[in-house]
């Protein structure tokens, strides 16, 4: 994080619900804050609790609270301006005369 950027950041401490799936039909993670919180681009948000593992087979959901902290005007126009370019960096692309078989 850029210490000019981290001036500009506050922090809201908020509770949330941690839904998780393990099960042959969904494998995933979902957070949602109980009050309708938004996070935006360049926020970060830190869950506080013990680590959970659900069993295969299972769904399962926790209350926790989360810390967003909010990233200042500056840095949300700086991460809009160039996460396009991040986001390239996870593609690999590859250019050949000859079909692939």
Known sequence: MNPV?????????????????????????????????????????????APVQVPYGQSRSFRRQATITRAGALERAWIRATGDLDMLELCEFNFTERALS
């Open 5 to 49: 950027f981290a001036l500009m950041r506050r922090r809201e401490t908020v509770d949330c619900t941690v839904e998780i799936n393990n099960t042959f039909e969904a494998l995933g993670a979902h957070l949602r804050f109980d009050n309708g919180t938004i996070v935006h681009p360049g926020d970060e948000v830190l869950v506080h609790g």
